[in-house]
């Protein structure tokens, strides 16, 4: 998710969740790895202090990571941390070891379309069925751009393959994917209405460059772009059996428990599978000062964020986050496929960017990659005042009243919000209102109104108030400032209902739902059992990521089938086919 949210409500909300990471929610996770302080700064250079924050995967028995920093057209820094293989001792060497970047490919695709485009051979406004006529006719244009800034309502091919039973170490090419999309039936909304990040939309761009160019994808990216600007390790990888000398393995794991390798056997060009060195991205990243292929306009095509159909600027451009950092102008994108972590960061206005590539599962690129920003930027981030005499008041200023039992007791219970896949408890304990996350780590709620709340220990600005939903339930809605959060109380419902065996269709599977231990339980011959939580009649949700959201419908009160919705698919429909 890239929605904006004030630093404190971010970390507040995530301080035990598990979402996919992405900047502001990360950062909101951890304000240290953004704001990098050191008692020693004045006295380390800016290579001491890189070096500095990699010291720990800096260990000939440890995965590790290459860095490379660009400033002003030249490479200012280059280093290798850990082992690129843990069997045979092989380091991590920034100018030769080969990683798999995973999304930041994207941006190459993208280029790869503004390549054809530029020789006329294509338009961005194009719709997509004019090169991939068997792609549904979803009674919308699509076009390529919209596909590029997953703008184009088209389902994510990732949580279709899962939710169809695939695993993601199973061997997954283009022509997979290409035959769960043309057996969808809808779009998850209207293209151009809203920016949801979809990976089948640069699948799709990839069909087109090889169908308009008459060349594997692969084939044309490399003529293209890694022979002109001398990336000669670099390689958009569409068979996973192929070899590639000096390539990372990817592992999960750490020193004190030991490793394993976690398997990539994904063929699937386009949204991911680019490998690369961080010495040849840096030819990439100085590609953009000083074009040696494309040019200043194709460059800007690509830098440009698209309207929405509101008029309102999405987030993302073409194949890249668009966004603000201490007030200078940011391009970025991560990367995470097995085991491999990957971000490429790029300040065009300071011609500064910054790489990192790892094999390290838990190593949080990103965050890593903001802290070295800091480190060199320092100087040109536009400052701000960060005194404020109107600061929030804090609730050790306020002053709490007292409401009765019953009152406080009516809002217990489990609440559930929909938009994030957040799972929240409001507990009385010890006379006192508590909110509670994951692994029960609360924070005590202190009344300021017979239905609102204030949070121990923090401003008072943050607050939480609870409001009727219907006739039994409360909503309840997590407030910082003007930022808002809408939460709904689960409820108990008769699980016997929905037992039975449904269809999909568009994923030509199915799923049977049993009640065991009065729990309802979705089963898939491929998948683990995944437990469904009653959030009201009809509406339940899981913690697995990819069954998130599930909508009950029911033809003359009995329920006829389900929709479920994830990050990136919407009310995709199973039928029911038989009671259990």
């Known amino acids: 998710m890239r929605h904006i949210h004030s630093m404190l409500f971010a970390l507040f909300i995530l301080v035990s969740c598990s979402v996919p990471k992405s900047k502001v929610l990360a950062q909101g996770n951890d304000l240290q790895n953004i704001t990098y302080q050191t008692n020693n700064k004045q006295s380390l250079t800016n290579e001491e202090q890189v070096d500095e924050l990699f010291k720990n995967w800096n260990n000939p028995n440890s995965t590790g990571l290459v860095v490379a920093i660009v400033k002003d057209g030249k490479i200012v820094y280059q280093q290798g941390y850990g082992m690129a293989n843990l069997e045979y001792f092989i380091p991590n060497n920034p100018k030769s070891t080969v990683f798999e970047v995973a999304s930041v490919s994207k941006q190459f695709t993208s280029f790869c379309i503004l390549l054809l485009e530029k020789e006329g051979k294509l338009s961005l406004e194009d719709d997509i069925r004019k090169y991939i006529p068997e792609i549904p006719d979803f009674g919308y244009k699509i076009t390529l751009k919209q596909l590029a800034s997953h703008t184009s309502g088209i389902r994510d091919q990732w949580e279709l393959l899962k939710l169809a039973g695939w695993r993601m170490d ?29 990976n089948t939309g640069h699948t799709l761009l990839a069909e087109v460059v090889s169908r308009v160019s008459g060349k594997t994808f692969s084939e044309f990216a490399k003529e293209q772009i890694f022979e002109p600007l001398g990336m000669k390790n670099t390689l958009f990888l569409d068979d996973f059996q192929m070899i590639v000398k000096n390539m990372a393995y990817s592992y999960n ?15 699937n060009v386009g949204p991911t599978n680019l490998f690369t060195t961080a010495e040849d991205m840096t ?32 987030e993302y451009a073409l194949g890249q986050f668009s ?11 991560s990367g995470s496929e097995a085991a491999y972590e990957s971000f490429f960061i790029r300040f065009p206005e300071q011609q500064f960017a910054v790489i990192i590539l790892s094999n390290d599962g838990a190593i949080w690129a990103e965050g890593k990659a903001y802290k070295i920003c800091d480190i060199y930027l320092d100087k040109e981030f536009i400052k701000t005042n960060t005194e404020n005499n109107n600061a929030p008041e804090s609730i050790e200023n306020s002053k709490p009243i007292r409401i009765d039992t019953k009152t406080q007791q009516q809002y217990v219970g489990n609440y559930w919000n929909e938009s994030e896949g957040l799972e929240r408890a409001i507990k009385f304990e010890n006379d006192t209102l508590r909110y509670v996350r994951q692994n029960n780590n609360f924070t005590n709620l202190l009344p300021i109104e017979k239905n609102k709340f204030v949070l121990q220990g ?23 400032g003007e930022e808002k959060l809408s939460f709904v109380q689960m409820m108990d419902v008769a699980l016997k209902d929905y ?21 309802l339980i979705a089963h898939h011959q491929r998948n683990k059992n995944i437990q469904l939580n009653p959030i009201t009649i009809d509406r339940f949700h899981s913690k697995t990521w ?23 698919v919407e009310n995709l429909f199973f039928k029911k086919v038989n009671n259990e």
């Open 253 to 267: 794991g750490d020193i004190d428990e030991g490793f394993k390798k976690s398997v990539l056997s994904i063929s």
């Open 546 to 568: 990819f069954f998130k959201n599930i909508t009950f419908e029911r033809t003359n009160g009995l329920v006829s089938g389900f929709k479920i919705s994830n990050r990136g």
């Open 170 to 198: 199973d061997v997954i090419d283009n022509e997979h994917i290409f035959k769960l999309i043309k057996r969808q039936k809808e779009l998850n909304f209207i293209p151009g209405e809203k920016f949801s990040y979809s």
């Open 499 to 519: 037992a039975g065996r449904y269809y999909s269709e568009e994923l030509d599977t199915y799923y049977t739902l049993s009640i065991e231990e009065n729990q």
């Open 283 to 314: 030819k990439w990243a100085l590609n953009f000062d000083q074009p040696i292929i494309g040019d200043a306009t194709l460059i800007s095509k690509l830098n440009e964020v698209p309207l929405l159909n509101n008029g309102e600027k999405s």
């Open 323 to 333: 966004s603000i950092y201490k007030g200078l102008k940011v391009f970025e994108h």
């Open 458 to 480: 923090l401003p008072s600005t943050i607050q939480i108030h609870f409001n009727k939903f219907d006739n039994k339930n409360y909503e309840m809605v997590f407030i910082d």
